[in-house]
C-alpha cells in the first residue's frame, strides 16, 4: 500500500522560504502523476502545482506561478515544492497527491487517489 509522508512546514515571514518534502512509501507505480495541493480554514482544497512521472512536465496554479517550483528526481525519491516569496495569503495545510498509473499533469484534486495527511505553513506579515 503506497503511502505519502509530508514535511518542511512551519512559520516564516512574508518574503521567506521554505521548502516541503512529500516521502512515498509503499509499491508505487514509476508511471504516477503527483501534485501539491494546500486548505486554507472555510476554503476548498487547492491544486498548486503538478509534475508528471518523469519530471519533464509541470503545471501551476496562478496564484504561485513563478514563486513555488515542484520536482522530483523519480518515484523512490521525494517530491517537494520549494517555496518562495511567500506571502500571508500562502497560509495553508498543503498535501501531497499520487494518482498510480497516469501521466501528464493535472491541478484537480478528482484526478488523484492517494494523499498524506498535510504539513502547516503559515506565513505572517
Known amino acids: 500500500q503506497v503511502q505519502l509522508v509530508e514535511s518542511g512546514g512551519g512559520s516564516v515571514q512574508a518574503g521567506g522560504s521554505l521548502r516541503l518534502s512529500c516521502n512515498v512509501s509503499?509499491?508505487?507505480?514509476?508511471?504516477?502523476?503527483m501534485a501539491w495541493f494546500r486548505q486554507s480554514p472555510g476554503k476548498e482544497r487547492e491544486g498548486i502545482a503538478s509534475?508528471?512521472?518523469?519530471?519533464?512536465?509541470?503545471s501551476y496554479a496562478d496564484s504561485v506561478k513563478g514563486r513555488f517550483t515542484i520536482s522530483r528526481d523519480n518515484l523512490k525519491s521525494p517530491l517537494y515544492l520549494q517555496m518562495d516569496s511567500l506571502k500571508p495569503e500562502d497560509t495553508a495545510m498543503y498535501f501531497c497527491?499520487?494518482?498510480?498509473?497516469?501521466?501528464?499533469?493535472?491541478?484537480?484534486?478528482?484526478?488523484?487517489?492517494?494523499w498524506g495527511q498535510g504539513t502547516q505553513v503559515t506565513v505572517s506579515s
Open positions: 497527491a499520487l494518482k498510480p498509473g497516469r501521466g501528464g499533469t493535472s491541478l484537480a484534486q478528482y484526478m488523484y487517489d492517494i
Open positions: 509534475i508528471s512521472p518523469g519530471g519533464d512536465r509541470t
Open positions: 509503499g509499491n508505487a507505480e514509476s508511471n504516477s502523476r
